[in-house]
């Protein structure tokens, strides 16, 4: 997929003003929701949306999701096998993928780690993926208005490759 144009019309696309500030993005209203759903759509892109309320378990969360959209059959159905299989996700060709959670708020009283762990596998994998002209982005509706995360997707500060080594540094 082409990387967005820098012209006055595009830069008034949704996709490129959610994407501009990270790819995970928190929603109260269903109608704002449903209507940025619609224009994203419009763009091609293939919407995945799960009633993430209904999660009891993490268990039940792998569940839909490998089967929603289309693990192999080995997945490993965990938070590590989650993160190889989103770094997989096919993609339509020129658009992108956009995960919608519903109710997450009462996901995440549930089981508060791994709704903060879905996210920032998200956020990373998301990341990667738009290295190579691809975009994946999740929209997180709460019923929740207040509903706040520790951040997602923070990234060290890593030695370059030649110097990842510790006696490549003289240590």
Request: glycine share 6%; net charge negative.
């Amino acid at each position: 997929m082409p990387v967005f144009r820098d012209d006055s019309e595009e830069w008034q696309r949704l996709d490129l003003c959610l994407l501009q500030n990270g790819s995970v993005h928190l929603y109260h209203r269903t109608a704002v929701l449903t209507e940025d759903i619609e224009q994203l759509k419009i763009y091609g892109y293939q919407v995945d949306s799960f009633d993430s309320a209904k999660w009891e378990t993490e268990r039940m969360m792998h569940e839909e999701l490998a089967a929603r959209l289309d693990f192999p059959g080995y997945y490993g159905k965990n938070l590590n096998a989650l993160n190889d299989c989103l770094s997989e996700i096919t993609m339509p060709e020129g658009s992108g993928r956009v995960l919608v959670f519903h109710g997450y708020d009462v996901f995440t009283v549930k089981l508060p780690n791994v709704a903060w762990f879905v996210l920032d596998i998200v956020d990373r994998n998301a990341w990667l993926h738009l290295l190579f002209g691809r975009r994946l982005f999740a929209l997180i509706q709460s019923d929740n208005p207040r509903i706040e995360f520790p951040n997602i997707g923070a990234r060290p500060a890593l030695w370059n490759p030649r110097e990842w080594l510790d006696k490549n540094r003289g240590l």
